[in-house]
C-alpha cells in the first residue's frame, strides 16, 4: 500500500528516527511531520492530545524512546520503566482516538528472555526470564508492543510493531557512559589514536555475540513494512549474522587506525551472552539488509568524524 497523508515519526532527530525520516525521503514522501522534545513533551499527555487534535497525523511512527546501555539501564531502572512506558502509552492511546491510519511501534531485541533459543524467533517473547541488566526498559518495551496487539485485536487498529538488533549509525550516542557498544568503541578508538595512547580498556570478557545493523537498512525496513505488513505478531529486523565483541573491537580498531593494544576489563559485565534476531519472517516478506559490518564500520566512523562536536552531545 501507499502511504498518503501525514507521517508523524517521534524521536524524528534520534539515531533510529532521523533515519526513518531519510528512508521516507528516499521513498518520495514528503509530508513528514516531527517535534522535538522542547516542541512537544510526549511524557505530557495533555500535550500529546493537543498535537494529535492540531496536526491531525495520518501515520505514525513511534521511534522516540529513553534509551542506553548497560550501565545506564542498570543504574536508572525506574526512569526506563516509567518514562518509556508513559511515552507509548500517550502516543499509542492518542493514535486511537485520532484514528490513525497506521501505526509502527518500535521496540528492542532485549525484549527477549536472555536465554532465549538462537537465532531468536519472535515466538520467543515472554518465555523466560530477562537479562537484569535491562530488565526495566524490555518490560516497557514490552507493554508497548502487547498495547499494540490489543489495540489491534479489540478495535482492529492498524498498529504493528518490529524488533530491530543493535542498530549504529549516523546521529548515535556517543556518551562513553551512555553510549551502546560500537559507537563507544569508536570513540574511544578515536579518542586514543588522537592521544596516542598504547592502550584502550574495553568492559567484560569480549566473548558475547551480538548482531549489529546500519540504521538506514533498519530504516528501510520500516518503511517496507509500513508499506506491507499488517500482521499481530511483531517482526524481528536484523542481519541473522552475529560475531564476537571482541571481534567487533579488532574491526573498530582497523576503521579507526587505532595501532595500540586492547584491555579487557573482566570486572565489568558482558550482558546477555548471545542475541541473534530471527529475521526469516522479513525475508519471507521480501526485505533484506544491504550494508555489511565492515563497511558499515567505516561508514559510521567517517560520520562521526565529520560531526564530532555533536556526536558528543547526542
Not at 521496540?107 to 527477549?112: A, L, M, P, V
Not at 595500540?260 to 565489568?268: F, Q
Not at 529475521?279 to 562521526?304: C, D, N, R
Request: proline share 4%.
Amino acid at each position: 500500500m501507499d502511504i498518503n497523508g501525514k507521517i508523524y515519526v517521534a524521536g524524528h532527530r534520534g539515531l533510529v528516527g532521523s533515519a526513518i525520516v531519510r528512508s521516507l525521503e528516499r521513498k518520495g514522501y514528503s509530508n513528514i511531520i516531527g517535534r522535538t522534545h522542547r516542541e512537544l513533551d510526549l511524557l505530557n499527555q495533555a500535550a500529546v492530545q493537543a498535537f494529535f487534535e492540531e496536526e491531525k497525523p495520518e501515520y505514525v511512527v513511534l521511534a522516540a524512546a529513553k534509551v542506553g546501555g548497560i550501565n545506564a539501564n542498570n543504574t536508572m531502572p525506574a526512569d526506563f520503566a516509567y518514562e518509556n512506558m508513559q511515552i507509548q502509552c500517550n502516543v499509542i492511546k492518542c493514535a486511537h482516538d485520532h484514528k490513525v491510519k497506521k501505526l509502527l511501534f518500535l521496540g528492542s531485541s532485549c525484549i527477549y528472555p536472555r536465554l532465549a533459543p538462537q537465532p531468536i524467533p519472535e515466538d520467543a517473547l515472554l518465555t523466560g526470564p530477562l537479562e537484569t541488566t535491562n530488565e526495566a526498559y524490555a518490560i516497557a518495551k514490552i507493554s508497548g508492543l502487547e498495547m499494540c496487539k490489543f489495540f489491534k485485536r479489540q478495535y482492529g487498529d492498524d498498529f504493528i510493531s518490529c524488533m530491530p538488533t543493535n542498530l549504529y549509525g549516523p546521529f548515535d550516542n556517543y556518551d562513553l557512559q551512555n553510549s551502546h557498544v560500537l559507537p563507544a568503541m569508536i570513540r574511544k578508538f578515536h579518542e586514543a589514536k588522537v592521544n596516542h595512547a598504547e592502550t584502550v580498556t574495553l568492559w567484560g570478557t569480549g566473548s558475547p555475540l551480538r548482531e549489529f545493523l546500519y540504521v538506514d537498512d533498519m530504516a528501510d525496513a520500516c518503511v517496507f513494512l509500513l508499506e506491507n505488513y499488517s500482521g499481530e505478531q511483531h517482526v524481528n529486523i536484523g542481519t541473522g549474522k552475529e560475531v564476537t565483541i571482541k571481534e567487533l573491537a579488532e574491526l573498530v580498531k582497523n576503521a579507526v587506525g587505532f595501532e595500540g593494544e586492547i584491555v579487557w576489563d573482566t570486572s565489568m559485565p558482558d550482558g546477555t551472552p548471545r542475541k541473534l534476531n530471527d529475521v526469516s519472517k522479513l525475508h519471507s516478506l521480501g526485505f533484506t539488509h544491504k550494508v555489511e559490518l565492515p563497511e558499515g564500520i567505516q561508514m559510521a566512523y567517517q560520520w562521526f568524524l565529520e560531526n564530532q562536536e555533536i556526536s558528543r552531545g547526542l
